[in-house]
């Protein structure tokens, strides 16, 4: 299983992009989304976030529901990186159970990527929102979609 979730709500009041943080309304919708895919993320064997402090802030939080966790900070993940280095990050960490925490645009290739193998506008996914995939392995078309 392989979930992928965009950060939390972030604001803008900071030196530099990467330096944004969540705000309470981000950790709030973060912890609903935490309750509501419960079940899934319980299951989680490894975390990997970029290194932005929205992402590292929203990974922290879902790991305090899975003590012990592995935690990686991969920026093939960050904003600007390219769907082939994202897909290149999954085969590098892959483990059967799999969050990543993300951004746009680059979650929003990679749901379309991984279940129809088409590469096009992003898919639209909210701060915090996520998506839950069925897969064996990290390839164009692989994954089932079982969230929302």
């Known amino acids: 299983m392989l979930i992928l979730m965009r950060h939390g709500e ?13 705000t309470s309304a981000g950790v709030t919708y973060v912890e609903r989304q935490i309750a509501h895919y419960q079940q899934s993320l319980l299951s989680v064997e490894k975390i990997i ?10 990974a922290s ?14 920026d093939r993940w960050s904003p600007d990186a390219s769907l082939s280095d994202a897909v ?11 969050l990543v925490v993300t951004h746009q645009p680059l979650i929003g290739y990679a749901v379309p990527f991984l279940t129809e193998g088409v590469i096009h506008t992003p898919e639209p ?14 390839a164009s078309a692989s994954a089932i979609r079982l969230s929302l």
């Open 10 to 22: 972030a604001g803008w009041d900071a030196s530099n992009d990467r330096q944004r943080i969540l």
């Open 61 to 74: 939080q879902v790991s305090g529901l899975v003590p012990g966790v592995e935690r990686v900070v991969d």
């Open 49 to 58: 976030s970029s290194s932005y402090v929205r992402a590292v802030q929203t």
């Open 125 to 138: 996914l909210l701060p915090g929102q996520l998506v839950v995939l069925d897969l064996l392995w990290p």
């Open 88 to 98: 290149a990050a999954l085969e590098e960490h892959w483990v059967d159970n799999l």
